[in-house]
């Protein structure tokens, strides 16, 4: 597929204690096939859905790290993006750090906690596959602090909000890369929601990652099979069916069934 414009989610990785269990999950749940990199790149390891790249596992090798799914988002230029992330109240945690030929990456935290990498590709473009079951399709930043967070990525991607719902009980925008008309294929790049009282004081703000699935339901009890936990029952909406889980080791992610939509009823 071709190259991904400068702000666009190009890659999602999930950190995990034991690679060998994720292997076992995601493998049965997605029906992933995985390549090791090798020790020389800490055995990071690409996950192919159909052959095709279409997300990664690594190793947590601080116990510090957190189990969880990242984004990364796509820049011509890392360092530049990086300038720009601390100019607008973010924090760069590590990188730019040249990756072999794969490309450059980078990870940061947004000014609302929310961790997300950067990626310049070189050999390595990103997802080879979006949009079909086993593959990518969708993040949204659930944030503590949508004041902060808004111009943060305006400022660091050009992104352009649309509202979505009344913005005080609802407050969920859709980022849009600059200069694309809101609604038009490929201008929709990611969500913002508003989270507050609904989430535990504890719960840090995050980024949530949707993978398609052929059927939401029993994707759900394929991974109470596999040992990881459903968080929140599947259930109709007007994009899709989805339900939000965790894998076996804690990394939480949702599915989505993108062909059965319906309206998610009173109160959901």
Not at 50 to 76: C, I, R, Y
Not at 241 to 257: S, Y
């Amino acid at each position: 597929m071709p190259g991904f414009s400068e702000g666009a989610p190009c890659w999602a990785d999930v950190s995990l204690p034991d690679l060998a269990a994720g292997r076992r999950f995601y493998g049965q749940l997605f029906g992933w096939t995985f390549h090791d990199q090798g020790e020389a790149f800490g055995h990071y390891t690409m996950a192919h859905s159909g052959g095709k790249p279409a997300a990664a596992l690594m190793a947590a090798v601080d116990p510090a790290m957190p189990t969880a799914w990242g984004v990364h988002f796509a820049s011509d230029d890392a360092a530049a993006t990086a300038d720009r992330i601390r100019e607008a109240g973010g924090q760069v945690l590590f990188g730019p750090d040249t990756v072999g030929d794969s490309g450059v990456m980078l990870g940061a935290l947004d000014p609302g906690g929310s961790f997300f990498g950067v990626w310049q590709a070189g050999s390595h473009p990103g997802f080879a596959v979006v949009n079909e079951p086993g593959a990518y399709c969708w993040t949204e930043n659930h944030t503590k602090d949508a004041a902060a967070v808004d111009p943060f990525y305006e400022a660091v991607f050009g992104y352009e909000a649309q509202q979505i719902g009344d913005g005080t009980h609802f407050d969920y925008k859709v980022w849009s890369l600059p200069g694309t008309l809101p609604g038009t294929p490929g201008s929709q790049v990611a969500g913002r929601m508003q989270r507050g009282g609904d989430l535990p004081a504890d719960a840090p703000a995050a980024y949530q990652t949707y993978f398609v699935v052929d059927d939401c339901d029993a994707a759900a009890e394929t991974v109470r099979r596999l040992g990881g936990q459903v968080m929140h029952e599947p259930h109709d909406s007007p994009f899709g069916r989805t339900a939000l889980v965790a894998d076996d080791q804690g990394a939480g992610f949702a599915v989505i069934d993108v062909q059965r939509t319906g309206d998610p009823g009173p109160g959901a």
